[in-house]
């Protein structure tokens, strides 16, 4: 596949959501890209094998590029703690809370449903994936002079979300407390803005949504968490690094595996893989807290002093 390459689209299928890998994406992300190219031309070229449209699948064949494993950076235990008190002062204060104590990915935390959640049995299933906006011109191709995401009559032409696909994916969390007493009362606010929009309320049942009730836009959350970062004096990071630092909370707080895997919705075959590449974040703190216990429990009292 050549460097600028265009996919065909195909309406609302995987291959529909990938972007052209260009001459600037030569490392990273366009390596990421590849594999998800490859991965959506072999299973649809498996299928049409499978229909008898076409006698073999050369995808299988075709290797993809190697696919550098990418730095864990989890924020720390202090960090994730100012970005929760500056969180607070935001709307939608409850999505970033999710973000950091549930570890979903973008598309599964916009994509939430109040059908969905159970506040009173204390769990959230994790069934949809909010889509990206794609947009075509309103105005008679291009009118406006803009791109068709800026064009004044713009129309939608991508649902906006979809079934989440892998049976990791689909998966039942349960909700701290702390979190429940959240959700609560981001749900009394959305009440209160329901009644405020009157007519205007899409009412589409999101949990993270509009003050009139439609969906999120990914682009604008991820700007929001870049802006929260800066709020809180906390280092600049990704929207994905929540995701690591909810991992490794679970895994220094000797969650089963079993579990951890379920929570974080990781493919059984790739699983052990993913707890392995937490294991050096992981392992220095553990040796942390071993020491700390160490201290507490066989040094005896005023022997530090003597030492000094």
Same mark, same amino acid.
């Given at each position: 596949?050549?460097?600028?390459?265009?996919?065909?689209?195909?309406?609302?299928?995987?291959? +529909?959501? %990938? @972007? *052209?890998?260009?001459?600037?994406?030569?490392?990273?992300?366009?390596?990421?890209?590849?594999?998800?190219?490859?991965?959506?031309?072999?299973?649809?070229?498996?299928? +049409?094998?499978?229909?008898?449209?076409? *006698?073999?699948?050369?995808?299988?064949?075709?290797?993809?590029?190697?696919?550098?494993?990418?730095?864990?950076?989890?924020?720390?235990?202090?960090?994730?703690? @100012?970005? %929760?008190?500056?969180? +607070?002062? %935001?709307?939608?204060?409850?999505?970033?809370?999710?973000?950091?104590?549930? $570890?979903?990915?973008?598309?599964?935390?916009?994509?939430?449903?109040?059908?969905?959640?159970? %506040?009173?049995?204390?769990?959230?299933?994790?069934?949809?994936?909010?889509?990206?906006?794609?947009?075509?011109?309103?105005?008679?191709?291009?009118?406006?002079?803009?791109?068709?995401?800026?064009?004044?009559?713009?129309?939608?032409?991508?649902?906006?979300?979809?079934?989440?696909?892998?049976? +990791? $994916?689909?998966?039942?969390?349960?909700?701290?407390?702390?979190?429940?007493?959240?959700?609560?009362?981001?749900?009394?606010?959305?009440?209160?803005?329901?009644?405020?929009?009157?007519?205007?309320?899409? $009412?589409?049942?999101?949990?993270?949504?509009?003050?009139?009730?439609?969906?999120?836009? *990914?682009?604008?959350?991820?700007?929001?968490?870049?802006?929260?970062?800066?709020?809180?004096?906390?280092?600049? $990071?990704?929207?994905?690094?929540?995701?690591?630092?909810?991992?490794? &909370?679970?895994?220094?707080?000797?969650? *089963?595996?079993?579990? &951890?895997? @379920?929570?974080?919705?990781?493919?059984?075959?790739?699983?052990?893989?993913?707890?392995?590449?937490?294991?050096? &974040?992981?392992?220095?703190?553990?040796?942390? &807290?071993?020491?700390?216990?160490?201290?507490?429990?066989?040094?005896?009292?005023?022997?530090?002093?003597?030492?000094?």
């Amino acid at each position: 596949m050549s460097a600028n390459t265009w996919r065909q689209p195909t309406g609302d299928s995987d291959l +529909a959501d %990938l @972007s *052209p890998i260009t001459d600037k994406q030569s490392t990273g992300s366009a390596a990421g890209t590849a594999h998800h190219v490859h991965r959506t031309v072999r299973t649809t070229l498996s299928e +049409a094998v499978r229909r008898g449209h076409v *006698p073999n699948n050369p995808a299988e064949i075709a290797k993809a590029p190697r696919l550098e494993e990418e730095d864990i950076e989890p924020f720390t235990i202090e960090e994730v703690q @100012s970005l %929760l008190v500056e969180a +607070a002062k %935001l709307r939608n204060s409850a999505r970033w809370v999710v973000a950091l104590a549930l $570890g979903l990915r973008q598309g599964k935390a916009l994509g939430l449903h109040w059908e969905d959640v159970d %506040l009173d049995a204390g769990y959230v299933r994790i069934r949809k994936n909010r889509l990206r906006p794609k947009y075509a011109h309103g105005c008679g191709g291009n009118q406006c002079g803009r791109k068709a995401g800026y064009c004044p009559k713009r129309q939608q032409t991508r649902r906006e979300h979809k079934p989440t696909k892998s049976r +990791a $994916g689909r998966r039942t969390i349960g909700l701290p407390d702390p979190l429940i007493k959240i959700l609560r009362q981001h749900q009394d606010v959305q009440e209160r803005e329901r009644s405020a929009a009157g007519a205007d309320w899409e $009412g589409k049942g999101y949990v993270f949504a509009s003050p009139v009730g439609g969906p999120l836009s *990914p682009n604008t959350d991820f700007h929001v968490w870049k802006r929260l970062l800066r709020d809180a004096g906390v280092r600049d $990071g990704r929207l994905h690094d929540a995701r690591h630092t909810a991992a490794t &909370v679970l895994l220094i707080l000797g969650v *089963p595996d079993v579990v &951890v895997d @379920s929570i974080m919705g990781w493919e059984p075959g790739g699983a052990a893989r993913m707890r392995a590449r937490y294991m050096h &974040v992981t392992g220095p703190m553990l040796r942390k &807290v071993a020491q700390q216990v160490g201290r507490a429990l066989w040094e005896l009292p005023g022997a530090q002093e003597k030492s000094n």
